[in-house]
């Protein structure tokens, strides 16, 4: 028996006024608006600034958006080991909120409502009205558990990848389509300039649109899309290589996003495969998005008659290589797993499609209105937002935004550091944490954000005499020792408790000695705030 891989069929009904078909077409858009919106609010719950702080990562780039904002320049005035796409989207995101973090939430809601409704177009076009909201649900599902905080390098780029699948469905019917060529590019070095692991899903999808039309022998059509999408890739990487290249710094943005990396994935923390650890992360999500896998491996000889078949190659080649790229060095970081969202979202919803065809004939649903299924999800999706605590989280933090003239919640020790230095002071958070710098409104003394580097590498090697040098010219007001265990404490006898505890690591920077000493010669303990020391540089005192 051949799979129904087209969309759903549409029952024929009775004819109906054009005024009435447009009124239900309207209410259903407005439903489904409501349903991404209430999805978005449950899942940026845990990144709203008014009940939450910044996370490590977000912290970095948030920080660096507010130093670009401030006229400096990533890779030369402050350093992190990601392509630029990230800082600079932090700058707009800052400006856009005066500074306030809620900027950087308002671009993370924008995103996702895109993603959510560009994966709800590409599936609803494959499989019809069901699948796609089964779909979207279930990969929101997965992205609760891995954003952790958000404002990461893998949660902008969805909407792309989404984006990269509709383009693809496109051009399987009109090739040579310039502008969707072009727009297909464009999707692919836009996600590297995130974080080049981010491109599974557009490189995948160009090479089998290629290799689509090599094996029909279409080589007009080939050639118009190797230029056009070669021209898509190359707009954005030429305009940021130029820009560098102008203020001399396309070789430290290259050592930082591509040398720095390579060197980082080669040094594995853990043994544990990525696949069990995304397994773990994404949840049942992942399991669901699995059983969709194997149903197309299952029903690969009427996937073959498909007019659908590039995308589920796509979906066969990607999948896997997603797996295997999302976390090359094995540091068991959650966010990286939301690179295998845009192939679970379409592997969960065909597994849907293929179970509802078992049990529902189309005829089933012929009788019912076209707006109840998006309006028992919208209820549905609501309830859960009421239900799970996440309606008062969001009302708290809005209400914090509204009324209060602290608009964002704040850590107390970067309170008491705002409250203990003045403005244009150095502040030094070891080891590396930039959100409390952005949160007491006091810069770091360096360049180089992480200290001490870890990775094995003559680039980290010269970050960390970097940041000696800074350390030693701008001395800092303050410097917090924010207790990571894995890090050296500021406290000789806590370091030799680390390393009787193992914690210790095991190949510290040549000059971490040197550091520690210069430390404990200019700097003495002023108090102990919610468990962090903070040491005051002698002779400042207040």
Do not use: C
């Not at 024929?12 to 349903?35: D, I």
């Not at 020790?413 to 590396?432: C, D, K, M, Q, R």
């Amino acid at each position: 028996m051949t799979v129904a891989l087209k969309p759903n069929v549409i029952i024929a009904k009775p004819m109906t006024p054009t005024g009435e078909t447009s009124n239900r077409q309207l209410l259903n858009r407005v439903l489904l608006a409501a349903l991404f919106v209430t999805l978005a609010l449950t899942v940026l719950t845990q990144t709203s600034p008014g009940i939450e702080t910044p996370n490590r990562d977000y912290g970095f780039y948030a920080y660096i958006g507010k130093q670009i904002a401030k006229g400096y320049l990533p890779y030369r005035d402050v350093w992190e080991s990601k392509p630029p796409a990230i800082f600079y989207l932090n700058a707009f995101a800052l400006r856009l909120g005066r500074g306030s973090r809620w900027g950087i939430w308002l671009v993370e809601f924008a995103f996702l409502f895109s993603a959510i409704a560009a994966s709800y177009h590409l599936i609803k076009k494959l499989w019809g009205l069901l699948p796609a909201i089964f779909g979207v649900i279930i990969w929101l599902w997965g992205m609760d558990f891995t954003l952790q905080g958000g404002n990461y390098t893998e949660e902008y780029p969805l909407v792309l990848h989404f984006l990269a699948l509709i383009l693809l469905l496109s051009l399987i019917q009109t090739p040579k389509h310039r502008f969707f060529n072009l727009t297909l590019g464009l999707t692919l070095s836009i996600s590297l300039l995130f974080r080049p692991n981010n491109a599974v899903v557009e490189i995948v999808s160009i090479l089998v649109f290629g290799v689509t039309l090599l094996w029909k022998r279409d080589f007009k059509s080939f050639f118009i899309a190797v230029s056009w999408v070669t021209l898509g890739i190359a707009i954005p990487l030429a305009i940021t290589s130029a820009y560098f290249a102008h203020h001399g710094l396309f070789q430290a943005m290259l050592e930082a996003s591509i040398l720095y990396n390579l060197a980082y994935s080669q040094a594995e923390l853990s043994a544990t495969s990525p696949l069990t650890v995304g397994f773990e992360y994404l949840n049942l999500a992942a399991w669901i998005g699995l059983t969709g896998y194997l149903l197309i491996l299952a029903r690969i000889k009427d996937i073959l008659k498909s007019p659908h078949l590039p995308l589920f190659i796509v979906l066969l080649i990607g999948t896997p290589a997603a797996v295997f790229l999302s976390d090359p060095a094995k540091r068991n970081y959650g966010h990286y797993f939301m690179n295998w969202l845009p192939f679970i979202a379409p592997l969960s919803a065909f597994a849907f499609h293929t179970i509802q065809q078992k049990l529902f004939p189309p005829s089933a649903f012929r009788f019912l209105p076209s707006f109840l299924f998006p309006l028992s999800s919208f209820i549905i999706a609501l309830l859960f937002l009421l239900l799970s605590g996440r309606a008062s989280l969001n009302y708290k933090a809005f209400d914090r935004l509204l009324t209060s003239t602290e608009r964002e919640l704040r850590s107390p020790i970067s309170i008491y550091v705002e409250n203990h230095t003045n403005p244009g002071e150095y502040v030094l958070f070891w080891a590396t944490h930039p959100g409390e710098n952005l949160m007491s409104h006091r810069d770091a003394p360096y360049s180089t954000l992480f200290y001490p580097n870890l990775v094995g590498s003559e680039i980290a090697d010269r970050l960390n005499e970097d940041f000696l040098a800074d350390l030693q010219r701008n001395r800092p007001v303050l410097i917090v020792d924010m207790g990571r265990l894995t890090i050296p404490s500021l406290d000789p006898a806590k370091r030799e408790e680390q390393k009787a505890a193992g914690v210790y690591p095991t190949n510290p920077p040549d000059n971490l000695d040197e550091v520690l000493k210069f430390i404990e010669d200019n700097y003495y303990l002023e108090a102990v705030i919610k468990e962090k020391p903070v040491y005051r540089l002698r002779g400042t005192g207040e």
